[in-house]
């Protein structure tokens, strides 16, 4: 199943945390000097939770008579995808890293 880009470039700006107003580099909610890594992959992750709720919710909804728009539940399904792909690539990548970091010899 093919992904249209836009859903991707959603994805990967609420994955990096970059809001609509804000500079390139500067993950939103984050002030200069404060938080973290640690603080920026939590909030990542808790914004892909969100998307995949927001998913089964319109799911719910349609499928229950409430809500009678399917290109709506199609459109979150492909964003919640879409967020979930990111996360596991970014996952990826910080296994990789950690593994790089663990064969450097000391």
């Known amino acids: 199943m093919a992904i249209p880009a836009s859903f991707a470039l959603d994805a990967y700006a609420r994955a990096a945390g ?9 993950a939103s909610g984050v002030k200069d000097g404060a938080g973290g890594f640690g603080d920026i992959l939590k909030q990542a ?4 939770v969100e998307t995949a709720k927001a998913s089964e ?4 909804a349609t499928t229950s008579g ?3 728009n399917i290109v709506d ?3 979150a399904v492909a964003e919640a995808e879409a967020t979930l792909q990111t996360v596991v690539t970014v996952r990826d990548k910080v296994i990789t890293a950690y593994q790089e970091i663990m064969r450097m010899p000391i």
């Not at 992750?45 to 892909?48: V, Y």
């Open 73 to 75: 539940v199609v459109t």
């Open 45 to 48: 992750l808790d914004e892909a």
């Open 57 to 60: 919710h319109k799911i719910a």
């Open 18 to 26: 970059v809001g609509a107003g804000a500079p390139a580099g500067q």
């Open 66 to 68: 409430r809500e009678g």
